[in-house]
């Protein structure tokens, strides 16, 4: 018998009703079928608007779809997905915390003693290079450190799915490079299946098993999956060297372009 998906989206459909008038509907994702197996790391790359933000909430128990099934190791996801961790785009750091009291923040909430919750974030911190600056506030801490202490805040919660909607799309490019190669570097020590959201071709093949291509909007649907069959480990600055990576992004590429173009042409009309 074959283990049942990380998570499964069945058929999803998401429609939105405008603010100011009733009549209006959206429909951001329609007829959407995607699953993660566990250990898998999967990224998800499609023109900006196109509701890959959305594919990630309605895995999280965030957003209910208006139609389809979201099931999680096999069962029906209700409510809130208990079983993943989900890392924001934007800061999700409470400015009034230090780092290591934002690390254990869920740990306190979920009813972990203090104290031990203390000893979990340390050990954390240490793990995403920030040993040592515990006791720093957001303020006083780089885009680089505030993601690391970002991702700890994720992990140090053991999640069996791990959620990620382009968590370094604001970092320079040596900064985002590092923090990629500490990505895989942590998920390849325990392997949790992995929804990663990007708008960059180039990390998605660095960094995945597989990468599944969005349409342009509205009614985003799959039309288009690549298994990335590049070695592990990887080094996300050299694995683009390869030439089975500039292949590979190619071939996507191919699928990828006309729907970013005409995203752009719907950015420009709105």
Not at 125 to 141: A, C
Not at 240 to 252: C, K, N, S, V, Y
Request: charged content about 25%; aromatic content about 6%; overall charge neutral.
């Amino acid at each position: 018998m074959s283990e049942a998906p990380a998570l499964s989206l069945d058929n999803i459909t998401c429609t939105f009703v405008a603010r100011d008038d009733a009549s209006q509907r959206y429909t951001a994702v329609q007829h959407t079928t995607l699953s993660i197996a566990p250990g898998e790391f999967v990224s998800v790359v499609g023109p900006t608007g196109c509701g890959k933000s959305t594919l990630l909430n309605v895995g999280a128990g965030l957003l209910s779809p208006s139609s389809g099934k979201v099931r999680v190791f096999g069962e029906p996801l209700v409510g809130i997905n208990k079983r993943a961790g989900y890392m924001f785009q934007g800061e999700a750091l409470l400015p009034w915390r230090s780092a290591l009291d934002n690390v254990i923040a869920g740990r306190e909430f979920a009813g972990v003693r203090r104290a031990q919750a203390l000893e979990e974030g340390r050990v954390w911190m240490r793990r995403v290079g920030l040993g040592g600056f515990e006791d720093r506030y957001p303020h006083q801490m780089s885009g680089g450190m505030r993601k690391r202490a970002m991702l700890a805040q994720t992990l140090i919660r053991d999640p069996d799915i791990i959620l990620m909607d382009e968590p370094f799309s604001a970092l320079d490019i040596q900064t985002r490079q590092l923090m990629e190669n500490e990505v895989l570097e942590l998920w390849m020590d325990k392997r949790r299946a992995v929804l990663f959201i990007t708008h960059d071709l180039d990390e998605a093949i660095a960094m995945s098993d597989r990468v599944v291509v969005l349409s342009a909007g509205p009614g985003t649907h799959p039309i288009g999956e690549f298994v990335i069959d590049l070695p592990r480990p990887r080094d996300v600055a050299e694995v683009r060297m390869d030439p089975r990576f500039i292949e590979l992004h190619g071939a996507i590429w191919a699928v990828l372009r006309d729907e970013v173009l005409k995203g752009y042409a719907q950015q420009k009309r709105a």
